[in-house]
Structures are given as C-alpha cells and as structure tokens.
C-alpha cells in the first residue's frame, strides 16, 4: 500500500481512516460528537441535503469543515447508486456544476465511475489538486472476479486517486471473493467493502488487506450493513491494526 493523503490525514497506512456519513440534518452538537467518537475523515452527501442551493450548500459545507477540523469527501450520488430516492432529481449537467462550485471547499471527491461527467470532475478536482475517488456501487449482488477486473481497468483508466468498489454480500463467499480480489491489488489504492449483514465483517478486514477507508455513520446507516462509529472504532481497536 502506498501513502497517500485526504486533507491532513495520511491513509494506506496498517489503521484504516473512518469516515462517517454525514449532511445537512446535522447540528453543531451532532457533528462535534462525530468527533469526539473518533471520526477521521468526514464524507458530506449532498444529494441526502434537503436544499441544493448552492449558496446553501456551500455555507453548509463550510459549517462542517469549521466545526469539525476533519478532512471532508464531498459527493453528490447519482440516483442509480443509491438505495433512497433521488430527491432532487439532478440532471448530470447540474450536478457537474454543483460539484465545480463546492470542490474548493472539500479535500477530497467521490465521483461514480458510470457516469458522463466522471472525466471532467476528475479533470476538475486534479485541477484544484484535490484527492480523486472513483467508485462503483453495486446494491444487488458481488460481481465476478472476471467483472470486478473490468471494473477495476475501466477506473484505473480514469486516473483518480482512489478507486472505491461497494458490492452487496448475499454469502460469505462474496465477502471472501472480494476479500480475494483486494488483496490480490492492494497496490491499486482501493476503498472496498461488502454491503448487507453477510458483509459487515469486511468493514473491519479488509484495510487488513489493502482498503484505504472504512465507513460508518452517527444517526442512522447510508448503506445495509453499517456500523455505528463507535461500535465501528472500537472493533477496530479490539482488532489491534
């Protein structure tokens, strides 16, 4: 594993960085305790925001980087990699213009690998030498290693910093493959983890061999198969990475 770096905090170290889920629903109190659990790196989800002003936006994301002092991903997840509905129903043309007014104020960017703005917000983010995370969320199932490998070309094409593949677990086999499939490139900079109940336990094993980052959240999950930040440091802890 290479060291590479979101903000302040050096990652592709043995210790993952955890990162917790938050947006706009989050009071001063609430985003003071994401902290004080343990939190490292903060990932702002700006298509869970009840407004997409971006006059509201950015004062929002300012708030969350002053109160606090963690390094921020931001992101604006397309419809087709979420569970929740979408919202706001952004066209692509405006999330890419929401993205290049708030990427100044982030240290990092989650942008999906399927889709047509992928290029220019990557080109976007080096340019205001930002950390690039391309990712790839899949809420049904785990694909083959034979997929996995494409997808894992098709990103490592795009030349982003990191490459984030998020697979549904349905069996322990999933999690095992996965497993496989990120040990066998753990010199790729990759953020992977499985999703469901089967694929809890790859949020605490995987950094073992090779994720940069794990997720975890404060109020309520994002993704099937989160766990609570404290609970999530403390198995960490236990784990002695």
């Known amino acids: ?63 969350i980087k002053q109160i606090t002092n963690l390094p921020l991903i931001i992101t604006i997840r397309h419809k087709k990699e979420k569970q929740e509905r979408d919202r706001h129903n952004l066209s692509e043309e405006e999330r ?39 990712s790839y969320h899949n809420f049904h199932t785990t694909p083959n290693e034979f997929i996995l490998n494409r997808i894992l070309k098709n990103a490592l094409n795009k030349q982003a910093d990191l490459i984030k593949i998020c697979t549904f677990a349905r069996t322990k086999n999933d999690v095992i493959n996965l497993l496989l499939f990120t040990y066998k ?27 940069y980052l794990t997720y975890g959240f404060l109020k309520r999950p994002v993704a099937p198969g989160q766990y609570d930040i404290k609970t999530l440091k403390d198995l960490i802890e236990k784990l002695s990475f």
Do not use: H, W
């Open 96 to 134: 890419l213009q929401i993205f290049k007014d708030i990427i100044p104020i982030g240290d990092a960017v989650d942008i999906e690998l399927n889709t047509k703005i992928v290029d220019e917000v990557i080109r976007f983010t080096r340019d205001k030498k930002k950390i690039s995370i391309i």
């Open 1 to 63: 594993m290479k060291y590479k770096k979101i903000g302040s905090r050096q990652i592709g170290i043995s210790k993952p960085a955890v990162v917790c889920v938050v947006d706009d629903t989050f009071s001063n109190k609430e985003l003071k305790k994401v902290v004080s659990l343990g939190t490292e790196i903060v990932e702002a989800r700006i298509d869970r925001f009840k407004k997409i002003d971006i006059g509201y936006v950015r004062e929002r994301l300012k708030n």
């Open 185 to 211: 490139n753990k010199d790729r900079d990759l953020v992977t983890m499985c999703m469901g109940r089967q694929g809890m336990v790859s949020r605490i094993i995987f950094p073992l061999f090779g994720s």
